[in-house]
Every structure is written in C-alpha cells, then in structure tokens.
C-alpha cells in the first residue's frame, strides 16, 4: 500500500500519463466512430478494441515512466534492499498500474453505456477479461521497462509491441481476415485472447472459447512476469 501510495502521488495523475494512456486510445477509436458511423452494432463491434487498446496504452505507459526512472534515480534500489521477496515487490509495484488499467477501461465502457443498449452484454466475462488484460499487459510494460535503462527507450520499445496490436490482435480488424501468413503472428501475442474474450463477451463474436482464452491469457501473464523476475535477477541483482 505505501508502494502504491506513493506511485499515484509520484506517477500515475501526471498530465503526460493521462494523455498518452487513455486520450490517445479514445481519439484513434474515435476515428473508426467518423469511418463507420456510431449506431449500436457499429459500437458494440468496436467496444472491445476500444477497451483492450485503453488499457495496454494506460499500464504500459505507466511502467514505462515509474520502473526506468526510478531505476535511473537509484530510487529502485532501495526497494530492493526491503526485507520482502522479490515477487512481492514487483507485484506490489505493478498492482498500481493495474488499477491504472481498469480504470481505463470503464472510461470506453461508460461511452458505450450512452450510445449503445448493452443489455446483451455479458458482464460475468467482460470483468475478468478487463482484469486479465490489465495484468497481462502490465507485465508487458515491467518486462520492457526492466529491459531498458532510458524512460525514452521504454517508450520507443514499448511500442514495437503496441503499434502492432493495434492490428493483429483483432481489436478493430478480425484475425480470420488478415493476410494468411500475418495469422500465426496474432496468436502468439496476448491481447488477442483478451479481445477475443471481449468479443464474445460484447458482441458474441468470439473465434475460440472463452475458457481457452482465459487460459493462454493467464499463462502470458505467468511467463511474462518469470521472465521479468529472471531479467531482475540477472541485470540488477547479480
């Protein structure tokens, strides 16, 4: 609590966080609104995207600032030196951010409250899929931010990843209807499971089951954040 306590007061109500995590996710999908008009089923196709892009710009955005330049301060250190293991410190460190990521997402969901009927939503999916994408786009963002030592090469690295999903992962653009040999690049990257989940959950248009895609979105997290920890282990502590 005192972690994150102080990464609210520190980070996360910054002018430049807010804008580039939720402002920039809103205007790119306002965009697609002009394109293909805002009635109902036209919003209830975009909503998924509009969340999941809302909450991968929101966290990895985040930790892209918090964990490079508290590294780049020595402040990072210190937290090191806490009498807590490993995993509990980065967890503490990045639950700000998920919070962060959720909070992104009702932003879109309130938007689509007023212009849409979601009565045929189905909540009991969309809330763990918002969490889980959170997570596993949080860790995204640790894992580049350990990776790195300039807050500007975070940025830079961050959205190599980013940019990408936006296209591949089937927020705006269905995987099925991508070019044959992009497809496999698609499932190999975590958002997809999570917008698929969204899909179904918003829209019934899902390509695989929910349970598989809450599986492969739980694993990425896991993978992400061992890999993480290793990077830690390996470039800081060792």
Same mark, same amino acid.
Request: charged share 10%; net charge positive; hydrophobic share 60%.
């Given at each position: 609590?005192?972690?994150?306590?102080? @990464?609210?007061?520190?980070?996360?109500?910054?002018? +430049?966080?807010?804008? /580039?995590?939720?402002?920039?996710?809103?205007? /790119?999908?306002?965009?697609?609104?002009?394109?293909?008009?805002?009635?109902?089923?036209?919003?209830?196709?975009?909503? +998924?995207?509009?969340?999941?892009?809302?909450?991968?710009?929101?966290?990895?955005?985040?930790?892209?600032?918090?964990?490079?330049?508290?590294?780049? %301060?020595?402040?990072?250190?210190?937290?090191?030196?806490?009498?807590? +293991?490993?995993?509990?410190?980065?967890?503490?460190?990045?639950?700000?951010?998920?919070?962060?990521?959720? #909070?992104?997402?009702?932003?879109?969901?309130?938007?689509?409250?007023?212009?849409? @009927?979601?009565?045929?939503?189905? /909540?009991?999916?969309?809330?763990?899929?918002?969490?889980?994408?959170?997570?596993?786009?949080?860790?995204?963002?640790?894992?580049? %931010?350990?990776? #790195?030592?300039?807050?500007?090469?975070?940025?830079?690295?961050?959205?190599?990843?980013?940019?990408?999903?936006?296209?591949?992962?089937?927020?705006?653009?269905?995987?099925?209807?991508?070019?044959?040999?992009?497809?496999?690049?698609?499932?190999?990257?975590?958002?997809?499971?999570? #917008? @698929?989940? !969204?899909?179904?959950?918003?829209?019934?248009?899902?390509?695989?089951? !929910?349970?598989?895609?809450?599986?492969?979105?739980?694993?990425?997290?896991?993978?992400?954040?061992?890999?993480?920890?290793?990077?830690?282990?390996?470039? /800081?502590?060792?």
């Amino acid at each position: 609590m005192c972690i994150l306590k102080k @990464d609210v007061r520190a980070y996360y109500l910054k002018p +430049p966080n807010i804008s /580039w995590g939720l402002l920039f996710p809103l205007v /790119w999908t306002g965009m697609f609104f002009v394109k293909f008009g805002t009635g109902s089923e036209s919003i209830l196709s975009l909503l +998924p995207g509009m969340v999941s892009i809302s909450i991968l710009f929101g966290t990895t955005s985040m930790l892209a600032v918090t964990v490079t330049f508290e590294r780049k %301060a020595k402040a990072f250190e210190r937290l090191l030196l806490a009498p807590v +293991p490993l995993g509990l410190l980065m967890l503490a460190k990045t639950g700000g951010a998920i919070l962060f990521g959720i #909070v992104n997402a009702v932003v879109p969901l309130l938007v689509g409250f007023f212009l849409a @009927d979601l009565s045929s939503v189905v /909540w009991g999916a969309v809330v763990p899929a918002v969490v889980m994408i959170a997570i596993v786009s949080t860790f995204l963002g640790l894992f580049i %931010a350990v990776s #790195v030592s300039e807050v500007f090469e975070a940025q830079t690295f961050s959205n190599f990843f980013r940019f990408p999903m936006m296209f591949l992962c089937g927020l705006f653009f269905p995987v099925e209807e991508l070019p044959v040999f992009l497809q496999p690049f698609s499932f190999v990257l975590p958002l997809t499971y999570g #917008v @698929d989940i !969204l899909h179904g959950a918003i829209a019934g248009k899902n390509m695989m089951s !929910l349970s598989f895609d809450f599986l492969m979105i739980l694993l990425f997290a896991l993978l992400l954040f061992l890999f993480t920890l290793r990077n830690i282990h390996r470039k /800081w502590i060792t």
